[in-house]
């Protein structure tokens, strides 16, 4: 092991053994199995996300049995996707762990090195900036800009929090979430001046983006905000159709009156805590 490492970290030879029998499996799949032959980077690319998104459910839901399972499904399609790229000559998974630790040993010189940091916001800047000296040093043109590498495919609102933490790390933030209010008031004010359904649908946009600012500089977090707030409207809509089902009947046969009704009904029982 790296002396660099925790050296009371001792790595289990059951855990080494286990996860060579993983990539062995893997490999024996791609080999053998029709389906797994035939797949390829972009066939799984779908499979990849939302594997992600399962795990990341249940953190939310703290089923921790359930993200044990998950994270093993992550991990199948980190070994997978490597056993792919290396049959085409690309990569190997070795090349895919050498990597990754040389790269989080090269980007943490607060643990590794000698430099000093006062806290997580100069560990973010030391970060990007490693980044930049990276490309630089691997002779890797300098990007079009701090926001070129953000993925595309990230859901709007983590997408949209995480260009706001990267230009924040390079200086280009409000200097508090007062200051972030102040712009979700400016564009209310837009969107309620829009004229046209493009103006609305743009300033729609900027009226949520600056709302991600607001809760990113209040120390919240967007995405989960409003997943949680899905879940519960779920949750209550549940009850209402519940409720009327008892009645032998379906939304579509209660008034907005009714419903509305249940509704409230719902909210009470949770502050209730039933």
């Given at each position: 092991?790296?002396?660099?490492?925790?050296?009371?970290?001792?790595?289990?030879?059951?855990?080494?053994?286990a996860l060579a029998d993983?990539?062995?499996?893997?490999?024996?799949?791609?080999?053998?199995?029709?389906?797994?032959?035939?797949?390829?980077?972009?066939?799984?690319?779908?499979?990849?996300?939302?594997?992600?998104?399962?795990?990341?459910?249940?953190?939310?839901?703290?089923?921790?049995?359930?993200?044990?399972?998950?994270?093993?499904?992550?991990?199948?399609?980190?070994?997978?996707?490597?056993?792919?790229?290396?049959?085409?000559?690309?990569?190997?998974?070795?090349?895919?762990?050498?990597?990754?630790?040389?790269?989080?040993?090269?980007?943490?010189?607060?643990?590794?090195?000698?430099?000093?940091?006062?806290?997580?916001?100069?560990?973010?800047?030391?970060?990007?900036?490693?980044?930049?000296?990276?490309?630089?040093?691997?002779?890797?043109?300098?990007?079009?800009?701090?926001?070129s590498g953000l993925p595309?495919?990230?859901?709007?609102?983590?997408?949209?929090?995480?260009?706001?933490?990267?230009?924040?790390?390079?200086?280009?933030?409000?200097?508090?979430?007062?200051?972030?209010?102040?712009?979700?008031?400016?564009?209310?004010?837009?969107?309620?001046?829009?004229?046209?359904?493009?103006?609305?649908?743009?300033?729609?946009?900027?009226?949520?983006?600056?709302?991600?600012?607001?809760?990113?500089?209040?120390?919240?977090?967007?995405?989960?905000?409003?997943?949680?707030?899905?879940?519960?409207?779920?949750?209550?809509?549940?009850?209402?159709?519940?409720?009327?089902?008892?009645?032998?009947?379906?939304?579509?046969?209660?008034?907005?009156?009714?419903?509305?009704?249940?509704?409230?009904?719902?909210?009470?029982?949770?502050?209730?805590?039933?």
């Amino acid at each position: 092991m790296d002396s660099r490492f925790d050296p009371a970290f001792q790595p289990d030879d059951r855990l080494r053994d286990a996860l060579a029998d993983f990539v062995a499996l893997v490999r024996h799949l791609r080999r053998d199995c029709p389906w797994d032959r035939e797949q390829t980077h972009a066939s799984t690319r779908s499979n990849l996300l939302e594997e992600a998104y399962e795990a990341a459910d249940a953190i939310d839901r703290e089923d921790w049995s359930d993200f044990s399972k998950e994270l093993g499904d992550v991990l199948l399609h980190v070994v997978f996707h490597s056993v792919i790229a290396e049959g085409d000559g690309r990569f190997t998974l070795l090349d895919v762990v050498t990597q990754e630790t040389e790269k989080l040993v090269r980007r943490h010189p607060h643990v590794f090195g000698d430099a000093a940091v006062s806290g997580t916001g100069e560990v973010l800047a030391n970060w990007e900036a490693i980044k930049v000296a990276e490309r630089a040093a691997q002779g890797v043109a300098k990007p079009k800009g701090v926001l070129s590498g953000l993925p595309k495919a990230l859901p709007a609102l983590v997408r949209a929090q995480r260009t706001q933490e990267k230009v924040a790390g390079v200086g280009f933030d409000f200097p508090d979430a007062d200051g972030a209010w102040a712009k979700v008031d400016e564009e209310l004010g837009e969107y309620r001046a829009a004229a046209t359904e493009q103006q609305r649908q743009a300033e729609l946009g900027d009226v949520l983006f600056a709302l991600v600012n607001h809760a990113r500089l209040s120390g919240l977090d967007a995405e989960a905000a409003l997943q949680a707030t899905n879940d519960r409207f779920a949750r209550r809509f549940g009850h209402v159709e519940a409720r009327l089902e008892g009645q032998g009947r379906s939304p579509k046969d209660a008034t907005l009156d009714e419903m509305d009704a249940l509704w409230d009904e719902a909210k009470a029982e949770e502050k209730a805590g039933r």
